[in-house]
């Protein structure tokens, strides 16, 4: 029987919603063993006069202890 922890982690980026979700999985996999998924729980952005200056998701990663 397997046994699954759920971490939420924020990330950004100045690129996109992708490459936040994609930068967050990435540091996440550093640290973390076992990942099977993972869920976009939110997605905001910072604006500076008038535009987009940083993308952040919000995503929480599940994955199975040891």
Avoid: H, P
Wanted: net charge positive.
């Amino acid at each position: 029987m397997a046994i699954a922890r759920v971490t939420k982690i924020t990330a950004s980026s100045g690129k996109g919603f992708q490459d936040a979700i994609e930068t967050g999985l990435s540091r996440a996999s550093e640290t973390l063993r076992g990942i099977t998924g993972l869920e976009v729980v939110e997605q905001k952005a910072k604006v500076d006069k008038g535009k987009i200056s940083e993308y952040r998701a919000t995503i929480e990663i599940t994955f199975v202890l040891d």
